[in-house]
């Protein structure tokens, strides 16, 4: 089976853990502060903060900047719950709007109309690795001053006419195991502004500026040596990782995009795929299940929008997107990841093909 994600470990990523355990400084030090710098340099912003998750960099980026009880935060609905749920999390109300039914990221015309008194920022999230329209949501959210926070968990390296994602509003990215680059677990919040970085950096400590002095409430939300020492490892591999995916992309759009819808990107936008995504507009389900009989893996990202899920629904939650919900049903993602050979690329164009025709 070709899976859908292969993380990029290497004897790099080994021998640099290994290094870390034989010094035995295994908590937040050095090769953390030069993870930060470094990926601070590649988004071309001031200051990186990095975090034990994605979902801890969104949650702190939202109480750095004030986000709480009785502010409106407009998000998609189209997106891993950890979009919704942090700012659930600092007691603030999501509000979801619907998606652009080409490249599945918000409508900005619907944030537009969804802007109140109340709404304190808007989460775009940069959906399978390609900007959200931030040609026309930074102007949207600098005329009304309201924060900007990009959920950038899957789009690593990904900008808009040379503007990096992260570089837009305060930026959260994610290192879990299957995103463009990893450190197993692991996150990070960049920003211009020293004080949101400041911030950030107390809330990710307990509060201390030094050690045993709080000067505000906080949590532990570190990275540790372990992680940081495989980041830079895999930073170094950033370009060619994203240069790999951008040429499978290319290779299955040539194959394939006569018979089936294939990703859409606009100009002067540059997708990184984390994911390569079609759109199945019947029994998506089954089309998987035939695909993997091919031997070919794929997933489904994501088989219910968040305003659907359990939690939101008993939570009283009465919203109908039907283009995220469609899309829901239609979406399959196919594997674009850097670690295909080109044989399996061409195994998954032949049999994607393939089966799109047999239908
Ligand atoms: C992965 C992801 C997150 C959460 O990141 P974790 O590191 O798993 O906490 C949030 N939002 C999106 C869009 C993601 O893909």
């Known amino acids: 089976m070709i899976p859908i994600a292969r ?14 355990l034989a010094t035995g400084q295994l908590a937040q030090g050095a090769l953390v502060e030069e993870f930060e710098s470094r990926f ?62 080409d490249t599945y990221n918000i409508d900005p015309a619907l944030v537009e109309a969804a802007i109140t008194p109340k709404t304190k920022a808007i989460m775009p999230v940069h959906l399978y690795g390609n900007l959200a329209a931030m040609d026309r949501l930074l102007p949207l959210a600098e005329a009304h001053g309201i924060t900007l926070i ?26 879990y195991a299957t ?24 809330l990710r400590s307990h509060g201390q500026r030094e050690r045993y002095l709080h000067v505000s409430l906080g949590y532990n939300m570190r990275m540790t040596e372990l992680q940081a020492a495989i980041g830079n490892a895999q930073l170094k591999k950033l370009d060619q990782f994203t240069e790999q995916r951008i040429a499978n992309a290319a290779f299955l759009d040539q194959h394939l995009s006569d018979v089936v819808q294939t990703p859409v990107v606009r100009p002067g936008y540059r997708h990184v795929y984390h994911q390569y995504t079609i759109r199945i507009p019947e029994s998506r389900d089954a089309f998987a299940d035939a695909l993997r009989a091919r031997g070919v893996g794929s997933a489904v990202h994501y088989p219910r929008p968040i305003h659907l899920q359990p939690y939101y629904q008993e939570s009283g939650m009465r919203v109908s997107l039907p283009v995220a919900e469609a899309a829901a049903q239609q979406v399959l993602s196919i594997p674009v990841h850097p670690g295909l050979s080109q044989d399996e690329l061409e195994t998954v164009a032949r049999e994607v093909r393939a089966l799109c025709q047999s239908r």
């Open 179 to 202: 995103k463009n680059v990893t450190t197993g677990e692991g996150g990070i919040v960049t920003t211009n502004d020293a004080a949101i970085a400041d911030q950030v950096r107390l």
């Open 40 to 101: 601070a340099e590649i988004c071309g912003v001031r200051e990186a903060v990095a975090v034990s998750s994605g979902t801890a960099a969104l949650h702190l980026a939202l109480l750095a900047h004030g986000v709480g009880p009785g502010d409106e935060v407009i998000t998609t609905p189209f997106s891993f719950a950890a979009t919704a749920n942090t700012i659930r999390l600092v007691g603030a109300t999501p509000v979801l709007v619907d998606i652009e039914p």
């Open 7 to 20: 993380p990029g470990i290497g004897v790099e990523e080994q021998e640099a853990v290994l290094r870390v």
């Open 150 to 175: 990009e959920d950038a968990c899957q789009a690593h390296a990904a900008s808009y006419e040379g503007r990096m994602a992260g570089n837009f509003g305060t930026g959260c990215f994610s290192f």
